[in-house]
């Protein structure tokens, strides 16, 4: 039975080697309501017990037909499909999915025989009285070459339908040759019906055919999302930590920096705790006196700026920070990679938005979506940092 594997929604489409058909003028009109009771009546018809097929009826004014199913590899495949995480919108004869995609390409005359080849001496035969399908057999070759050389009753059409033309000898009577393969017509008509754009002759997914387990297909989807949102946590964690890190080691490099800035300041003292603290004390202590007021350096936090500086990294979009260099009140260097261009565009706006003045950004496209960006000279455009 063929399938569409590379979608998760799919219509199983049935062969006809699985299908038995019967017009319902052998069944009175009381034995075609229940399928209990007209299965017991054409199971002298069909080479399986009433339990082994389920059946349905395609029927017009006054004829139609009996379609009828084997249920044993149908329901094998159903099975099959649910644990690999298939939804099965519909059960249908793949003949049945062609040729209402023929019928709709074609605008096929409402009486016709049709001749539709499903492999290589299998071919389905079909006679459309109304726009009804009243009549289906498969046959093989030879049988389409003897039928195709009878004559044909007006006012009836004729079809043959085919991926390769085919030889029927210069007799045969005048027949419209149609270049489509049964697989093809079937895959147009199932996406069709997968959109809601189109509903099968007969959908044989029921009672006789059903989901064992109706939540059975959401299983593979859902432990898919499970672990592709354990791997996303993951992957956001070692990003965190490593921002982390980062900053880290721009707090240590930032405490050392302060360390030897206070030894060259004040060499015989004892280094403090808080040295921001210990500095703006003593510039307050030189400028009072006047006595050191060229030695005590006034301090530009690095802390500061930084912190200002991640405030202003926005949430959204995706961007990595490669290079950041702060001296004193000034970034005097920002580089990194952002994923597209409208992410950069983000980190840009965000800059501003917090008060952030810089020269022009440099931007260099690196592939088709990766953008490496510079800014230089960043500074809070209110004052200088100096806390």
């Known amino acids: 039975m063929r399938k569409r594997r590379e979608l998760n929604a799919m219509v199983l489409r049935i062969p006809s080697r699985y299908v038995f058909s019967l017009p319902t003028a052998l069944l009175s009109r009381s034995e075609r309501k229940r399928e209990a009771d007209r299965n017991y009546c054409i199971e002298q018809f069909v080479p399986l017990n009433a339990e082994e097929f389920t059946s349905q009826i395609i029927e017009g004014n006054d004829q139609g037909l009996v379609i009828a199913v084997t249920l044993e590899p149908v329901n094998d495949l159903m099975n099959k499909l649910e644990w690999e995480g298939k939804w099965v919108g519909a059960v249908v004869p793949e003949f049945l999915l062609a040729l209402q995609s023929l019928q709709r390409k074609q605008r096929l005359e409402a009486d016709h025989e049709i001749y539709l080849q499903e492999a290589s001496d299998i071919w389905n035969f ?57 697989t093809q017509l079937a895959d147009e008509e199932e996406i069709q019906v997968l959109q809601g754009r189109s509903v099968p002759i007969v959908d044989f997914r029921g009672a006789k055919v059903p989901a064992k387990n109706p939540l059975r297909a959401m299983v593979l989807p859902a432990t898919i999302f499970l672990y592709s949102t354990i791997i996303a946590l993951s992957i956001a964690s070692v990003y965190f930590f490593e921002g982390a890190r980062l900053v880290n080691e721009i707090a240590s490099s930032c405490r050392q920096e302060q360390e030897d800035l206070f030894r060259t300041a004040f060499p015989n003292s004892r280094i403090p705790v808080d040295i921001p603290s210990r500095f703006r004390s003593e510039a307050k202590k030189a400028e009072v006196s006047g006595l050191q007021a060229e030695k005590a350096p006034k301090l530009e936090s690095v802390t500061v700026v930084l912190n200002y500086f991640l405030r202003a990294v926005p949430d959204k979009g995706a961007y990595r920070f490669d290079t950041l260099r702060i001296d004193g009140s000034t970034i005097s260097r920002c580089n990194g990679i952002a994923e597209s261009l409208a992410d950069f565009e983000t980190l840009l706006k965000s800059f501003r938005a917090n008060d952030f003045v810089f020269p022009n950004p440099s931007l260099n496209q690196l592939g088709d979506s990766h953008y490496g960006f510079q800014f230089d000279s960043m500074q809070k455009g209110t004052s200088q940092v100096t806390q």
């Open 126 to 182: 079909g006679l459309v009285h109304d726009g009804l399908l009243v009549r289906w057999e498969w046959i093989s070759f030879h049988e389409v070459v003897s039928r195709l050389s009878e004559t044909l009753p007006l006012p009836l059409k004729r079809y043959v339908v085919a991926s390769d033309v085919i030889e029927v000898g210069s007799d045969a009577p005048s027949f419209e040759f149609l270049p489509f393969s049964q």
